[in-house]
Structures are given as structure tokens and as C-alpha cells.
């Protein structure tokens, strides 16, 4: 599902700190707020700093760790969740302040140290932000342009290089990308990209527009050029071997 939607569907922005994730990474979304931004030289804003000096698989083990031990302190688990994402991700994921590069991680979960309901928790989490960055308080908000292109700066400063490898930032990338260029007339940001991938995105999102125009339940899946971009990311990335836990978690 589109996180960019207009009508406000897709992720709901909860009383869950979303902003404290926005605002430990130090970045100002442009958009109005009654949120308080945590400030960026908190403990959290710290461990980001700190994480990016560390290998995937030690961040995960962190993160294992610290979820571990939330469990124990809450006496649970999270497959008492499997039915309640939203309760799962408020009552564990909201006391750990976990910073972005450590929710990709957990997301991506090459390690293979994570649950179903971390997996989607963290995701959850981390389109919630993307959510807050382009619409603020207001997910019934109608982005502009330059919501849009506070969204791409945030991609493009704000994320790790292992999300940057991801297919679903290549999406979240070229759906911002093509809906500024949509809003601004034909303009191309400072912050759009040039990878393969992202610009055969950016093409599949372009044809999904004109083909809404005459049907509007029509989705992204269904255009040629995202089959050629998944297409293509499965080739840039088929010589990876999956990272295998040497820990029964």
C-alpha cells in the first residue's frame, strides 16, 4: 500500500513517537508539527551515530538483545501479538527508541534474528516516519511538491546504505520522485536519483498516473516497468548470500 495516499488511508499516525525518530535524526521535515521533536543530541540520536560504525550484524544483535530483555521486564512475547501489530509495536518498540538504521535492520532481517510481528513492527515504524516527514500532523493532508521534496532529501540524507539497498526504498524514492515532478511542472529535484532501478520506478509510477486517469483502481504492479525494475534489483543483489544466525534466537 502507498504511503503518499491523499485520503489520509495507509498508517495511522498514533500518539506512538513517530517524531522523536524525525527529530533524533536531526532533520527538519518543513511541514507544521505539534509534536515535540526530541532533541537531536539525545541518547537515541547518539546511538545513531554509533550504530553506523557498526557491521548489520552487530546492530542486530543489539537489537535483539534490548527486545529480549523488554520481553522479560514486560513478562511477553511477541507472538501473544500476532493478531495486534499496532499494541505490539506500541507496548515493546515505544520504550526502546530504536533509531532508523537499527528498524532496517530489523525489517530486513537478514540476520535472521527477528519474529514475523518484529519484522512487521519495525516496519510499521518506519513508514509511519516517512508518513510524518510528508504530512506532519495531518495524514489527511494533500502533500505539495515541496512536501515532496522534503521526502526525498530525508531518503537521501537520513537512511543507511543497507536501506538504500532495499527495493522498498528504491519504491518510497521513485514514488516521491514522480509525484514532485508531477507537482512542480516537469521539475526534477536536487535529491532525485540516478540509479537504474529507482529510474525504472520512477517511469512505472509516471504510467500508473495516466493510467488512473481512467482507472483508478489500477496499481503499480500492473505497469511494465515495475516488472523490469524488480527485475533488475534481483539482479543486483543475487549474489547475496543470506547472513546465517549462529544463535538459536
Do not use: C
Amino acid at each position: 500500500m502507498s504511503i503518499h495516499t491523499g485520503n489520509g488511508t495507509g498508517y495511522s499516525l498514533s500518539n506512538y513517537s513517530i517524531a522523536k525518530y524525525v527529530g533524533n535524526a536531526g532533520f527538519s521535515s518543513g511541514v507544521r508539527s505539534t509534536h515535540t521533536l526530541t532533541n537531536p543530541g539525545s541518547t537515541s540520536s547518539q546511538n545513531s551515530e554509533t550504530s553506523r560504525l557498526k557491521p548489520i550484524s552487530d546492530i542486530a544483535i543489539d537489537a535483539r538483545a534490548k527486545l529480549t530483555g523488554q520481553y522479560g521486564n514486560l513478562d511477553s512475547n511477541s507472538s501473544k501479538y500476532h493478531d495486534d501489530i499496532e499494541g505490539f509495536r506500541r507496548d515493546i518498540f515505544d520504550d526502546l527508541d530504536f533509531d532508523r538504521e537499527t528498524l532496517s535492520a530489523i525489517s530486513s532481517n537478514k540476520t535472521g534474528y527477528f519474529s514475523k510481528e518484529e519484522i512487521k513492527a519495525a516496519k510499521l515504524v518506519m513508514d509511519e516516519q516517512l508518513v510524518f516527514v510528508l504530512k506532519g500532523d495531518d495524514p489527511d493532508t494533500v502533500p505539495t511538491a515541496e512536501n515532496y521534496m522534503t521526502l526525498l532529501r530525508f531518503l537521501d540524507e537520513k537512511t543507511s546504505s543497507e536501506e538504500k539497498k532495499s527495493f522498498e526504498w528504491a519504491q518510497h524514492k521513485a514514488e516521491a520522485q514522480a509525484n514532485y515532478k508531477r507537482l512542480s511542472g516537469g521539475k526534477v529535484s536536487g535529491f532525485s536519483s540516478d540509479d537504474p532501478v529507482v529510474t525504472l520506478l520512477t517511469q512505472a509510477y509516471e504510467e500508473l498516473f495516466e493510467e488512473q486517469k481512467n482507472n483508478p483502481k489500477a496499481e503499480l504492479d500492473s505497469t511494465s516497468q515495475y516488472n523490469s525494475a524488480l527485475y533488475q534489483w534481483e539482479r543486483n543483489n543475487n549474489s547475496y548470500e543470506d547472513y546465517k544466525s549462529p544463535f538459536p534466537w
